[in-house]
């Protein structure tokens, strides 16, 4: 990968890799015919596809376009063979929700990033809740069998901040006839679950940081216009800040409020950043964001922030060898559980580019303005978002970056580097 001159020009940034997941899943649960347009066609979002046809669900999916024909919650049928999940943290979490209030037996398997994932933060509250869940070390890491059944509704007061918790407790709360069950986070984690669930036709309350569903609730099928993800817009976002005399514009991105945390950065660290809102579909609104090459300063980014941009944390690091002055990254000790420890990723393969990065405990501080320099072999680690932000980040090295296991990039946005050469001058 080399250098670029500039970037120029427009792309339509893929679907938003949380939302596609659910849409396939809530037209799984509910009554009717779902149609899905702009469907993430990743390997993540074709994981929960497979799941969902090996319980019985019809599902077509062509491109972008899905269509699920649901018959309700009570029609899902007992796999034959074993749920693999892939990659897919989200498929895992969620589906353990779901299955928890089923009363046929599933066993779960990914790979070997997944089998390293903590999962007692989903199994623990479900089997408070009536599942029965066993895996290694006690249901933390799959594989993972679970046998639904009767569940009752309970209040959990999270210990982290975030949505595949949140999202598996409440989709097991869908199930627990007649009763209420109330999930209570530290911080706001995003709400494309309580969001989904009214636009398939629940009712769900939401206060402060709390959210209450009460069970036996039927979900009808919706027609779902998916947006841009802007976790994946994010790295776009950065290059166009960062690379000369660039001007990038990226359509029918998603701007959910609880998303859009490198929205909140970008505009802290001074970036010409303009927003054309859309309107809203399914309950999600969404904007052209169109970006210039900007003069950064350093920032320090924390507290309720973190869970709105836990995603862009590893492209925010590079942004920030860019920025006037030193960035602190902290409370994001999340990062050390996602498909790497990202932390110790992103200070190792930028390290390896000149970058002068720090680690913390629950973070990194970054030191700008760097110029990175050297040719180096970067590697991906199996981690899509690692990739992608190395690929950026050759966009300004001087020298030659050669990307090991770029491959990885394939599980949330396929065409990356045929937008990249897109917008690319060289």
């Known amino acids: 990968m080399r250098r670029a001159k500039s970037l120029k020009g427009e792309i339509a940034i893929p679907g938003d890799k949380s939302i596609s997941h659910r849409a396939v899943m809530f037209g799984a649960l509910a009554h009717g015919e779902t149609e899905i347009e702009n ?41 034959e063979g074993i749920l693999d999940v892939g990659n897919s943290g989200t498929t895992t979490r969620l589906m353990l929700g779901i299955l928890a209030g089923r009363t046929f037996h599933a066993c779960i398997i990914g790979d070997e990033s997944i089998a390293k994932r903590p999962m007692t933060r989903v199994t623990n509250p479900l089997k408070n809740m009536g599942a029965s869940i066993d895996g290694r070390q006690d249901g933390n890491f799959t594989p993972i069998s679970i046998r639904g059944g009767k569940l009752k509704g309970i209040e959990y007061q999270s210990p982290v901040a975030s949505a595949q918790v949140k999202s598996a407790i409440l989709l097991a709360g869908l199930q627990a006839h007649n009763e209420k069950t109330k999930v209570t986070e530290p911080h706001k984690s995003r709400d494309h679950t309580e969001r989904m669930l009214r636009a398939f036709g629940a009712e769900v309350k939401e206060e402060g940081l709390s959210v209450e569903i009460t069970g036996g609730q039927s979900l009808k099928a919706a027609s779902i216009q998916v947006p841009g993800d802007i976790s994946s817009a994010a790295f776009f976002l950065v290059a166009g800040a960062i690379v000369p005399d660039s001007t ?40 052209d964001l169109t970006i210039s090459t900007s003069e950064l300063k350093g920032t320090t980014i924390s507290g309720d922030l973190i869970p709105r941009l836990i995603d862009e944390i590893p492209v925010i690091a590079l942004l920030a060898t860019q920025a006037e002055g030193d960035t602190i990254i902290k409370d994001a000790s999340e ?16 390290n390896k580019l000149g970058a002068v990065i720090e680690p913390t405990d629950d973070g990194m501080i ?37 990307l090991s296991g770029h491959e990885a990039i394939d599980v949330s946005y396929p065409q990356f580097f045929e937008h990249l050469d897109q917008l690319a001058v060289k």
Do not use: W, Y
């Open 39 to 79: 469907f993430l066609a990743g390997a993540d979002c074709l994981s929960t596809i497979s799941c969902f046809r090996q319980m019985g669900v019809d599902i077509e999916q062509n491109g972008t376009k899905v269509r699920v024909s649901g018959k309700g919650i009570d029609a899902l049928t007992e796999p």
């Open 248 to 287: 990038i514009t990226l359509k029918n991105v998603g701007i959910n409020p609880t998303r859009i945390g490198i929205i909140e950065v970008l505009t802290k660290m001074g970036a010409k950043l303009t927003i054309e809102e859309k309107g809203t579909h399914a309950h999600e609104p969404a904007a």
């Open 335 to 350: 990062l050390k559980v996602k498909e790497t420890n990202r932390i110790d990723t992103v200070v190792q393969e930028l």
């Open 366 to 402: 970054i030191r700008g303005k760097q110029t990175l320099t050297s040719s180096a072999s970067v590697s991906s680690h199996g981690d899509h978002r690692i990739g992608m932000m190395l690929a950026i980040a050759a966009l300004i090295a001087k020298g030659d970056v050669s």
